[in-house]
């Protein structure tokens, strides 16, 4: 089931840009932002995703030192 939703008081500047990106991905302006909010709430936010990360880490125990890290972190810049 879904349902309607008002925003008020954005600004005009905002909503021409809005607008215009709909318009060059072949879409409305209510088709472009369903999809903005679908995508939105379908993708964790940062902090679910460190969470989790904290959890794993939790139950399994690894631990990576920070050194091992930094050079694996350096290895794939050269």
Do not use: H, N, W, Y
């Amino acid at each position: 089931m879904s349902v309607a939703i008002t925003v008020r008081d954005v600004p005009d500047d905002v909503r021409d840009e809005l607008a215009a990106r709909a318009a060059r991905a072949g879409k409305s302006l209510q088709e472009f932002l369903r999809g903005l909010l679908i995508d939105t709430a379908t993708r964790p936010t940062p902090d679910d995703v460190i969470a989790r990360a904290r959890a794993r880490v939790l139950a399994s125990g690894a631990r990576v030192a920070t050194g091992v890290i930094l050079e694996a972190r350096d290895e794939d810049r050269k």
